[in-house]
């Protein structure tokens, strides 16, 4: 082990790695208009001059040559700030700062701003290994001021005046490059690339480079670490972001709190409307009960009278029949009497000769009329009446009878046709979804996907004039599928993707040609009828980040999506955005969730609000549904709905066969009761009078051809007549005075009939009928007892007084319901005058503070509710987690470095036997540590994802956000956002042997300070090595072994900087060793092999370069020592 120290203390050999040759520029700063050459040829060189020389212009040049954009430290020796200087600066050629117009400073340049190109090229060579390459920019102004440069490469030594010669102007640069030999980009990754694969440093190896150029103090060792060790990380673009994200989201939330506020104010008015309008509605329906209550006592006392009237009517027609049919018998009772006495009188023989002809007559009468009466009971029996005909009282009530039967046929025959008509409807219904599921089961039977046939016809049309394949173009229904395993969710699924299911996706790079077509042409389906389409123009983006996706069992938990189309990731975003519906197992969960939510029985929550139920179609019918790419249940479910239907279809057509034979029959049985109808008189039909007269007379015949004594028994047929005569009078007596009581029944009838019918006919002159007859019903409900001829004159009145009491009332409870609700509304205008535009405190404007409640709580609270919760999750919560990632990346990038400074401090000594190991320790700094807490708190408790987790989350965030706007807040701001701050750093010296821990250095304690820039020294040398992977006991090396530094021992003692160049000379590395004019230069002399001095012309304002070796100054100071001698 011993030797292997011994081995690292030996010095390199000389030349070793590739190391700077020679450098020249062209028109750089103020080395203008010739190309200016420096040639160290490996040798470390010291680069001294006056302030304002242009010492600092060469280091940039190689700066520029080797380091990115950036990250260089264009003059930061010189003290300068980051944008002091830079390229175009230097491409014009910058000396001076005067002012101007009106105050102003001005820049005073060498050459103009365009028509001009700068060259920088650099050689670097491996003697040992007789290698070498050069690398080249070019770089020039365009004509909007900003830099244009070329990247150039070689692997042999190449220079500005032998191959950058006769370039006439900037463009083209390129390939002029080219054609002579070198390898060209734009890219600087590319092109350091070239380099790194050259020489084999790390990736970090050009941040070291550029570090060490501005190393000047080395007495303090964390803050070394920081500033030179450590790279700057930019943190203001982060920060910036994560402020004007806020921005927006403080606007969304105090968008957000004036909608909950209203929406809390709101909420009273609606509900005290709720009660205001369910006691208006009852003084409303009190009134039209009032309203309503004569003209539904005119409508009964119709209904009541009418019929009444009819039948005195038909009683007093009755009476009067019968009194004509009693005069008859009686005058043909007379003069049968008449007859009798004349027969007395001639003893009886004239009437044995008269008997037979009256028998004749009377039964010739008799068969007529009982002709008529067969024909009409015939007709009686054809419309479903038997009664018997024996009396006149008979009859009468059998043509009631008619009457009645042939209304209840008419009402029989109407209700028929009407199920005929409704069976024809559900006929032409289920015929007409036959033929649809029909067409349908044979479109899924040539394709795989569930959609309808009319939506894809539409979309193979539009593909086909767009030349586009119609995978181009899928339905969002065609990139998802229920789960197998959630199969008993597919209904609810189903009903809330229904519109989105079935829009048509248009990627971003057809929407142009698809929006066209959509414009110009009617769409139609393959039968040509119109359809309506919803497309969504879709752009590519990822799925939600896991920061923010919620756990809930929800909607797209039980989703499928297609794998193998590239709009799938939008799909399955947007599902997760618009659709984040909660799959809740019990109603008593769905009642409590917060957001939008669903039960397997397709009940359907959103908004906290709208709630809403579909049962149209039954549970499982799949023949709507249309998501998924496989259609095999659909089909299977279509042809089970053919087989039903049709089934369904023969079933109705067998009842309505035997309906239409019902409404023919009713039909032929109200056309004989019209036949019927037509007997008005029963002597008509009165068939048996006439036998009952034929079976006298022939009873007489015989009596008188059987008795002795004819007088007597013609003087007793006499005295029977007589007796007949009497009763007959009596009948005609007692129907005389039955009439007169009906007539005046009937008159009375009649004027109250008059009266409700005047009552009526005001409804069809204030066009209120449909109104005022809906209340009927409420009327008859409430009174409970039918309108009759005994309580006519009592009913109507008491309904009324006590309708108009009731309705009384109800008005004094109305009051105090209209306070509270004017009182709400007032508040509401108090706290949100700007609604006073179009709202008032009054009854009259409540449909609009409704109107306004309903579309805040289902519209605006859930948008604004969404708006909130979008900016919160997707923009500030991912930058805060950006913020928070960065910086820990940070944190954990600077550790890496740390370890990776060890590994290469386990290479050197620091005293004989030992080496140093750098330890990291977070800093105890309370600002510090309360903004990482702070950071961290942020982020907790945000997949809770409610509206009292999202409120707590921006509240957190907003204290942050605070205190990174407060200008005051500026140097917290610096400190706790760079993470170079949040370590302490401190050495540990060991034991190579033993491992045994000995000295411990840090920032502030341990040994002097010398002994901390000795300790720092050896810091950089071991992360220059680490970087440039150099090996100090390889005997050859074909790494980069090139370093500049600039006043770097300005400020050490000599004897440490000599520690730290004997360092840099162990590692085999040449250095640049920039420094003013002054005695603390000489102590680099002994490890120089180049000497420059820029000087600069007061007049001509250009910088000069004077080169010496090491060997030729030592010559010169020999032969001048000699000529002294």
Known sequence: MADLFDELNEPAPPMQGFRLKKLEIYNWGTFDGEVYSVSPNGNTTLLVGENGSGKSTLVDALLTLLVRPQTRNYNVAAGATKNERDERTYIRG???????????????????????????????????????????????????????????????????????????????????????????????????????????????????????????????????????????????????????????????????????????????????????????????????????????????????????????????QFLSDEISRLDELQDRKRDAIARLNVDIELAGGDRLRQLPGLIQQALQIATVKSDARMRFEAQLRMGGLTPKLTSPDQFHKTKQQIHLRRSALIEQRADKRQQENKLQFELGSLSKQLAEDRSELEALQRRKNNMPESLIALRDSMCQDLKLAPSDLPYAAELMSVAEDQREWESSIEQVLYGFARSLLVPDDVYARVAGYVDRTRLLDGRGQGQRLVYLKVGLRRETPALVRSQRD???????????????????????????????????????????????????????????????????????????????????????????????????????????????????????????????????????????????????????????????????????????????????????????????????????????????????????????????????????????????????????????????????????????????????LKKFPDEQADLDASVESLTSFEALHARIAADDLPKHEGRFKKRLNEKVLHEVGLLHGSLENDRQEIRDKIEQLNTALRMLQWKAGTYMRLEPSDVADREIQDFRRELAGCLSGTLDGTPEANENTFVRIEKLVDKFRDDGNERWRQKVIDVRNWFNFAAREFVIESGEARSYYDGGTGQSGGEKGKLAFLVLVAAIAYQYDLDPTAKQSDRFQFVMVDEMFSRSDDQHAEYALDLFEQFGLQLLIVAPLDAKARVTEPYVGTYLHVVKDKQTHRSELLSITAEELAQSDSASTSLND
């Not at 770089?139 to 370039?167: M, Q």
């Not at 579909?614 to 998924?628: E, I, K, M, N, Q």
């Not at 299977?636 to 309505?656: D, G, K, P, V």
């Not at 004027?751 to 409420?778: F, M, P, V």
């Open 554 to 828: 929800t909607l797209g938990t039980k989703l499928h999506y297609r794998q193998d189309h590239p709009l799938t990731p939008w799909v399955k975003a947007e599902v997760t955005h618009r659709f984040d519906y909660e799959a809740c197992e019990t109603i008593e969960q769905f009642q409590l969730a917060k957001g939008a939510a669903m039960t397997r029985n397709r009940h359907l929550k959103s908004g906290g609000i709208r709630h809403e139920k579909d049962d149209r179609s039954a549970p499982g019918d799949r023949r709507t549904f249309v998501l998924g790419w496989d259609n095999r249940q659909k089909r299977h479910a279509l042809a089970e709905a053919i087989r039903s239907c049709e089934a369904n279809i023969e079933q109705l057509q067998q009842r309505s066969h035997s309906l239409v034979g019902e409404i023919d029959r009713t039909t032929a049985a109200i056309e004989s009761l019209d036949q019927a109808a037509k007997i008005d008189d029963y002597d008509t039909i009165d068939c048996e009078r006439h036998e009952f007269e034929a079976s006298q007379l022939k009873l007489e015949k015989k009596k008188l051809e059987e008795s002795n004594d004819q007088i007597r028994e013609l003087k007793a047929n006499r005295d029977k007549l007589e007796a007949e005569v009497a009763g007959h009078k009596l009948d005609r007596d007692q129907s005389i005075s039955n009439r007169t009581i009906r007539e005046s029944e009937l008159r009375s009838g009649q004027a109250a009939l008059q009266n409700a019918q005047r009552t009526i006919d005001q409804l069809e002159t204030g066009g209120k009928r449909t109104t005022i007859e809906a209340e009927y019903s409420n009327i008859a409900a409430e009174i409970q007892q039918p309108l009759t001829i005994d309580n006519l004159g009592t009913l109507p009145g008491n309904s009324v007084r006590r309708f108009r009491i009731q309705l009384e009332k109800l008005q004094e409870r109305l009051l105090p319901i209209s306070r509270d609700l004017t009182s709400a509304m007032t508040r509401f």
């Open 94 to 316: 910058a000396y001076d700062r005067t002012v101007g117009e009106g105050g102003r400073p001005q820049i005073q340049y060498l050459r103009s701003g365009s028509g001009h190109y700068t060259a920088l090229l650099a050689c670097f060579q491996n003697a040992a290994l007789n290698h070498q390459f050069s690398i080249c920019q070019v770089l020039y102004l365009t004509s909007d001021n900003s830099v244009e440069r070329v990247y150039a490469f070689s692997d042999d030594e190449r220079g500005i005046v032998e191959d950058l010669s006769n370039i006439t102007s900037a463009t083209g640069v390129a390939r002029i490059l080219r054609d002579r030999g070198f390898n060209t980009t734009s890219s600087y990754k590319q092109y350091i690339g070239w380099v790194q694969r050259k020489t084999g440093f790390r990736a970090k190896a050009m941040d070291i480079f550029n570090q060490t150029v501005a190393v000047k103090d080395v007495q303090r060792l964390d803050v070394f670490i920081r500033q030179h060790m450590l790279e700057a990380k930019p943190w203001k673009e982060k920060v910036a972001r994560l402020l004007n994200h806020f921005s927006e989201l403080s606007e969304a939330h105090r968008t957000l709190v004036r909608v909950r506020q209203q929406e809390e104010l709101l909420r009273p008015i609606a509900e005290a409307g709720n009660r205001y309008r369910h006691q208006l509605e009852e003084v409303n329906a009190a009134r039209r009960l009032l309203d309503a209550c004569d003209f539904f006592f005119a409508a009964e006392t119709i209904q009541l009278l009418e019929p009444l009237c009819d039948k005195w009517q038909q009683q007093i």
